[in-house]
């Protein structure tokens, strides 16, 4: 697999390329951004069309070079990481001892650490050690979730490759790819936070069943007058954080439906209501939907500001009657 299939991480894949066609390899780089946005991911990759014969400059990936490598047993790959909590000064030790013997394979021996902010203070201490001196054969490729945790004599030694959190439609694409069904892929990535690893803590279940609450109450603006609706209010107003994510989705379909209105093109957040939200936005005007947003903006400042959820949810139904007028009979 090569660097073209890494989403959303284009800065980091020119810096990267950059260097692949330079006649100047730098000795280290730091792959340093949020946890779970591709890293370590990336790093293997560019080690992989380093270490490829027939790179151009992506590797083939199908020569028994990248095989080796995609499978783990490229013998001039070296792979750290933290052993518990921390990299201890015995594991960087082994590293330098490898690094002194001559590449088996290749002209390269690259050395991966993931996690450089377990590094022990001794530990940091001998890696620097390489850093400042590396052995003409090596190339190191560190990886941190944390960099304001390591020395700023380590940084300043490597060449900085910057990442950033995925936007909700590359994660969502990622995770349609590992299986993922396109409604919980929608969940997910709009409560992942521009990150792989944390998608998994939520409650998706109860998202769905959140994000429907949501659509129902803007679906059934115009029966504002109805008391089921304001039971229905109550009902979700038990609790703060309820109101918070029943916000957060109107606000979010607020966004959509703007989309849908003034870019035909638009990728939205909820892809998989797509025909749904359509159709409700052809009953919707573009300034009822920006005054709505801005009012769900106020509402969300209210909630920080302990004022009662319930009435803020009261508010929220009137608010939505007349900034977004009547719903249509069918
Ligand atoms: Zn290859």
Known sequence: MGLHTILG??????????????????????????????????ALRFAQALACPYATPEACD????????????????????????????????????????KPYESQRTTVLVDGCEALTPPAANALLKTLEEPPASALLLLITGKKDALPLTIISRCQQIPFRPLAAAHLQAILTAQGL????????????EGRLDTWKQADIPQALARRRDAYTLLQNRGHVHNTPLFLLARQWANSREQCEEILHWLMLFCRDLVM????????????????????????LTVDGLLDLFSSLGQLQHYLTMNVNPQLTFEQLVIQLQQQLGTAPSS
């Open 9 to 42: 991480q284009e800065h980091a894949l020119t810096l990267l390329r950059q260097a692949l066609t330079s006649s100047r390899l730098g000795h280290a780089y730091l792959f340093y951004g949020p946890s779970g946005v591709g890293k370590k991911l990336t």
């Open 62 to 101: 199908s020569c028994t070079t990248c095989h080796k490598m995609r499978t783990g047993n490229y013998p001039d790959l070296i792979c750290l990481g933290p052993e518990g909590t921390s990299i201890r000064i015995e594991h960087i030790r082994a590293m330098q001892r490898q690094l002194g013997y």
């Open 181 to 192: 069904d396109q409604a919980t892929a929608t969940i997910a990535a709009t409560l992942a």
């Open 260 to 283: 849908l209105k003034v870019v035909s093109t638009a990728t939205l957040y909820n892809h998989d209501l797509q025909a749904e939200l359509a159709h409700l936005a052809s009953s």
